[in-house]
């Protein structure tokens, strides 16, 4: 079955860093991109970044010269390098998955950034 692990949410200070991972594995159709969203308590999940297979990438513009999104496409993983990291970052983290057919999520990762 389809599998999305993800990894490396954490509590950090601000301005600090976190490193996320998602490997995804079990995926039968092409995949188009890989990506993160995120959601704050009371808010609706919004993008973070995506890259696709082609490697072009897409970022929030909350997170553009803080958050480096890449994939290594042999272990179909993808990871959210975090930089300079801001009190209003904090939310739970989903791992996204685009084929034609289906998007597929992962079960989400906790980052909280403390003042």
């Known amino acids: 079955q389809v599998q999305l692990v993800e990894s490396g949410g954490g509590l950090v200070q601000a301005g600090g860093s976190l490193r996320l991972s998602c490997a995804a594995s079990?995926?039968?159709?092409?995949?188009?991109?890989m990506g993160w969203y995120r959601q704050a308590p009371g808010k609706q999940r919004v993008l973070v970044a995506t890259?696709?297979?082609?490697?072009?990438?897409n970022y929030a513009d909350s997170v553009k010269g803080r958050f480096t999104i890449s994939r290594d496409s042999a272990k179909n993983t993808v990871y959210l390098q975090m930089n300079s990291l801001k009190p209003e970052d904090t939310a739970v983290y989903y791992c996204?998955?685009?084929?034609?057919?289906?998007?597929?999520w992962g079960q989400g990762t906790q980052v909280t950034v403390s003042a």
């Open positions: 996204n998955v685009q084929t034609h057919y289906v998007a597929y």
């Open positions: 079990g995926i039968n159709f092409k995949i188009l991109s």
């Open positions: 890259i696709t297979t082609g490697d072009s990438t």
